[in-house]
């Protein structure tokens, strides 16, 4: 987000990093999931620099674009009643970009899930991941069946804290007409 954010504000920096950033992204994450593998062996850290770069791109480039799609007007106005660079960021950048943020968090979410179980179906000893594949080669649908209702759950009660934590961080806005519509 934090990326996202800074490279949002600054014209320069997304111009001369964009390309970069593009052919990164360009790189099938499968493929650094064994290059983690080998250069950090079996464990805990390769599944999680997986699910950090599945993850990282989503929500870089919906904060980026976020950033991007502030009101120009809202922006200038702040600057009138001289507000500090570092205060248009906090009290109108962010806030305005944080319905992008999080719906990104809401997409990140389940890619996170998706890279540390590849990470465990790669090479783990220990994890769900590690369950299916075990499950899958003793030719035990049951235990892959359980095993995804296991990952659905954790996924929904994540999906449950991230709503929350919209509601929470988003109260300050007018409801969107569909938000209206429902709470009739």
């Given at each position: 987000?934090?990326?996202?954010v ?75 009643l ?59 649908p049951?235990?892959?069946?359980a ?38």
């Amino acid at each position: 987000m934090v990326f996202g954010v800074a490279l949002g504000q600054s014209r320069f920096l997304a111009d001369v990093l964009g390309p970069y950033i593009k052919m990164v992204n360009a790189i099938p994450r499968i493929v650094l999931g064994s290059i983690f593998i080998v250069a950090f062996g079996i464990g805990v850290l390769p599944k999680i620099l997986l699910a950090a770069v599945l993850v990282f791109f989503i929500v870089f480039f919906n904060a980026f674009q976020g950033v991007r799609e502030v009101d120009r007007n809202i922006l200038a106005n702040a600057r009138v009643l001289g507000a500090s660079q570092w205060q248009i960021i906090r009290h109108v950048t962010v806030p305005s970009a944080l319905t992008w943020i999080i719906a990104s968090l809401h997409s990140a979410f389940g890619f996170a899930i998706v890279g540390a179980l590849v990470g465990e179906v790669l090479g783990a000893q220990s994890g769900l991941g590690l369950v299916i594949k075990t499950a899958q080669n003793n030719f035990d649908p049951n235990g892959v069946f359980a095993t995804m209702l296991v990952i659905s759950v954790i996924v929904l009660g994540a999906e449950w804290v991230i709503g929350k934590l919209e509601h929470r961080l988003l109260s300050w806005r007018p409801p969107a007409p569909s938000e209206a519509a429902n709470a009739l």
